[in-house]
């Protein structure tokens, strides 16, 4: 081969050498560019997480705890001779899950993503219920339904709205109806619906919280009422 067509071929190796060099270059550099992107991305969105925050609503006093508006004067020591369940209540499943549900005038309904409760409204209302059958002083036993507890009538209902509602005048709405059955003769022999819209203080999540709670109590007490009404007409035998 001759000097001149070796130096070519030498020539265009090295163009040949360089290119190499230069993709390989470039394709590092887009790699780490593309891995540091990445990375960015992942930091910005831990940093960016919100923690959930989470509420309960207030239970009554300890079992056994007497107040001076839980019983007519001079029955609180001379409580219903018999025991009461109260059972499950049911709901559709926005109310068996923990979010906080919010909705309007329309039927649209939907949840918070970072504001939830502590524990599903079926069961927190049903807990404020028993604490406050309870802490009333009016029955000889009060429990949660279980299969190796025997009662002699068992409360149970249903759970239709407990959940924030726009307008004009932002509300909490709590809706629920019970009713008792005679375990005995399987009827059910009382009933209450209770329907109430709470006004709500403020603008935020804590301010409904605290309507709802506010509107559970209200709706317990009302309960507990009609059940001395119903046991006052239809003494325990």
């Known amino acids: 081969m001759s000097p001149t067509k070796i130096d070519a071929a030498t020539r265009q190796l ?16 887009r790699v780490v560019t593309f891995l540091c992107v990445m990375m960015a991305g992942l930091l910005g ?30 029955k609180a020591n001379d409580p219903i001779p018999l025991t009461l369940l109260v059972g499950n209540l049911m709901a559709s499943h926005l109310y068996r899950e923990d979010r906080i549900v919010y909705g309007g005038a329309g039927e649209q309904m939907g949840t918070y993503e970072y504001q939830r409760w502590a524990e599903p409204p079926t069961e927190m ?23 190796n507890i025997n009662g002699d009538f068992l409360l149970r209902g249903r759970i239709y709205d407990f959940k924030e509602v726009s307008g004009n005048q932002m509300t909490a709405r709590v809706t629920m109806e ?16 209770y329907q109430h819209d709470e006004p709500v203080s403020g603008k935020d999540v804590p301010a409904v ?15 507990l009422g009609s059940l001395e009404e119903y046991f006052a007409a239809h003494p325990a035998k």
């Open 209 to 223: 919280v605290a309507a709802l709670d506010k509107n559970v109590l209200l709706g317990v007490k009302q309960v």
């Open 125 to 147: 209302v049903q807990e404020v219920l028993l604490r406050a059958l309870r802490s009333s002083g009016r029955f000889r036993a009060v429990y949660a339904q279980r299969s």
């Open 45 to 74: 969105s831990c940093g960016a997480a919100r923690p959930s925050k989470y509420y309960q609503l207030t239970v009554p006093g300890a079992a056994g705890a007497q107040t001076a508006d839980s019983a007519p004067e001079g």
């Open 14 to 29: 090295g163009k040949a050498h360089s290119f190499a060099f230069v993709k390989a270059a470039s394709m590092k550099m």
């Open 178 to 193: 019970l009713e008792m059955r005679d375990l005995k003769t399987g009827a059910t022999v009382w009933t209450h619906y």
